[in-house]
């Protein structure tokens, strides 16, 4: 796995925003998150060694933009090369995440389509509110690989209407950092059995800091947050889909 910050800082724009993870790394080393600019990676996919060959290999996946977001208005100027770079590398697979999709159709490049086949896009849902603004968007925008994040999960989300097999998987959380959020065993069972339902792969990421099962709170260190969410033992994946 390799990451691609193509770009750094992002704006906080709802519920989800309110602890980010990347607001807490960088007030530890006197970073302003708000100030957004270019980062020394920009070039990365289409850097080569010294016998020419790409530094990034093809078949790898770039888990792009995760200390900003892809689709973030000071970012705009710089996107056209950024798909230019995506384009070329049609080799290696980009996976990004965004609370803006309502931005995608300025976003998108000319020869976008229905999507670029290495481009799988994930929407982030963390209540009610978000997913039923969001996900009508997203499921009728044109992208080929799609999937849903609840992370973090911020209360009950009915995910049902918006379920299918234009949907890749959906992915759940908690919050981590000492001013998380509980998250619920049962919000995250919720969600499960919708997945089940519409036959739609569930991956149980993390527990969260603070974790509140059959009625009692439990303060997860974060060294353990993953793996207590594989203890569960709930990930769905369906043998096959249409």
């Known amino acids: 796995m390799a990451s691609w910050n193509l770009w750094h800082g992002c704006h906080k724009i709802s519920a989800g925003c309110a602890h980010c993870y990347v607001y807490r790394i960088d007030e530890r080393h006197g970073r302003d998150s708000s100030v957004v600019a270019k980062t020394g990676d920009f070039n990365l996919p289409i850097?080569?060694?010294?016998?020419?060959?790409?530094?990034?290999?093809?078949?790898?996946t770039l888990y792009t933009c995760f200390t900003s977001d892809f689709l973030l208005e000071d970012a705009d100027e710089w996107r056209e090369e950024a798909?230019?770079?995506?384009?070329?590398?049609?080799?290696?697979a980009f996976f990004f995440i965004t609370k803006r999709i309502d931005?995608?159709?300025l976003c998108l490049p000319?020869?976008?389509?229905?999507?670029?086949?290495?481009?799988?896009?994930?929407?982030?849902?963390?209540?009610?509110?978000?997913a039923d603004y969001r996900l009508p968007i997203f499921i009728n925008a044109p992208?080929?690989?799609?999937?849903?994040?609840?992370?973090?999960?911020?209360?009950?989300?009915?995910?049902?209407?918006?379920?299918?097999?234009w949907i890749d998987g959906v992915?759940?959380?908690?919050e981590s950092g000492e001013d998380a959020r509980a998250c619920d065993y049962d919000w995250v069972l919720e969600l499960r059995r919708q997945c089940v339902i519409f036959n739609v792969p569930f991956h149980f990421k993390q527990t969260g800091a603070k974790f509140l099962k059959e009625g009692k709170l439990y303060r997860v260190k974060r060294q353990f947050q993953f793996q207590q969410a594989r203890r569960a033992g709930i990930e769905f994946y369906p043998k096959s889909r249409p």
């Open 47 to 60: 850097r080569k060694n010294r016998t020419g060959e790409y530094k990034i290999k093809p078949g790898e």
């Open 83 to 92: 798909w230019s770079m995506i384009k070329t590398r049609s080799d290696v």
């Open 103 to 105: 931005r995608l159709s």
């Open 110 to 130: 000319p020869d976008w389509g229905d999507g670029y086949d290495n481009v799988h896009i994930c929407c982030t849902v963390e209540n009610q509110d978000r």
């Open 143 to 165: 992208i080929k690989k799609k999937s849903i994040i609840c992370e973090p999960l911020l209360e009950k989300i009915d995910l049902s209407p918006y379920l299918g097999p």
């Open 171 to 174: 992915t759940v959380g908690g």
